[in-house]
């Protein structure tokens, strides 16, 4: 189905059993309360859905599991970030075959690629399938900026349709709006800087903390979009410390454990990483159960 590149896409985790196999009850039940907030696309195997770790069969299962689920509803994506040029055009026909909608691609992974390098990295993916395709800026985590520079060697590319804007400098916005206006949608990708990126004019959320509060993220977005800003300030500011959470090194293992919390998971991630413990696990647990305590009521944002 199309990707329209609007509204709210959760980066979704990815769920795992105590025996490190992928625990598809738990995503399914998860994909389900997703669905019923109002989502507006979904990507697997991101960074949060631990990308680095996950298998080829694996990421296979994730999407046939997730378009049965989805029942042509919603597009899903599946996010490709690999080394080298090859495995990523695999990865893209892969998914293609498979049944995917969309891809989102991230520069090649460890070798700190030019600027050249990155653009023929991305050309490369791009010409091995006819799937549109969002890419992800964020040199913050990544180490390799796409600049407009770089855009405007893209803008030729056809299927490249989108970015994920999480360098987060939220005038980049602008940036893209003023090279190349309407050429390539663009959604912000730092959930901490969401609502002030979409008063700027970001067109879509790929979110993080979505994967735990699903229905607060989807009436922001809707009631910015709306024009009702002042409610949507509100749930924001109330959210904040969450979102939060999306911006550190463990943010795999703070919103596995928010999900644990709401009932939509379990906190097993795939080592290395471990679930967070002592202290570290008590201040973010002490975050997630003062917004539970002060859960705010949503408008009827699914009929705006």
């Not at 026909?93 to 969309?102: F, I, K, N, P």
């Not at 879509?204 to 993220?217: M, S």
């Not at 906190?267 to 305590?293: D, F, Q, W, Y």
């Amino acid at each position: 189905m199309d990707v329209l590149w609007t509204g709210v896409y959760p980066a979704i985790t990815t769920k795992f059993t105590s025996n490190d196999e992928l625990d598809l009850e738990a995503f399914l039940k998860n994909i389900a309360f997703q669905l019923e907030a109002g989502i507006d696309g979904i990507i697997l195997g991101g960074s949060l859905g631990e990308a680095s770790t996950l298998k080829n069969d694996e990421k296979d299962i994730l999407i046939k599991v997730t378009r049965e689920a989805v029942d042509g509803r919603i597009p899903v994506l599946m996010n490709i970030a690999e080394q080298s040029t090859a495995d990523a055009v695999s990865a893209a026909v892969r998914a293609e075959s498979l049944g995917a909608d969309g891809l989102m691609l991230l520069p090649p992974m460890r070798y700190k690629a030019d600027s050249h390098e990155t653009v023929q990295f991305f050309k490369r993916v791009a010409e091995s399938t006819g799937l549109p395709i969002v890419l992800y800026n964020n040199p913050v985590d990544y180490g390799i900026p796409i600049t407009i520079d770089m855009f405007h060697e893209l803008e030729e590319v056809e299927n490249i349709k989108a970015v994920k804007e999480s360098t987060r400098d939220i005038s980049n916005v602008s940036r893209m709006r003023n090279a190349f206006g309407e050429r390539f949608k663009v959604l912000t990708g730092v959930d901490p800087l969401a609502l002030e990126s979409l008063l700027m004019g970001a067109d879509g959320w790929i979110a993080g903390l979505v994967c735990a509060f699903p229905k607060e993220t989807v009436a922001i977005y809707r009631l910015v979009k709306a024009g009702r800003y002042d409610e949507a300030r509100a749930i924001y500011r109330w959210f904040l410390p969450l979102l939060e959470l999306d911006i550190s090194p463990k943010l795999v293992q703070n919103i596995k454990l928010a999900e644990t919390m709401i009932g939509l998971g379990t906190e097993h991630v795939r080592a290395p990483r471990l679930p967070l413990m002592g202290t570290e696990r008590k201040i973010v647990s002490a975050v997630i159960e003062k917004a539970l305590e002060t859960r705010p009521e949503l408008p009827d944002y699914l009929n705006l």
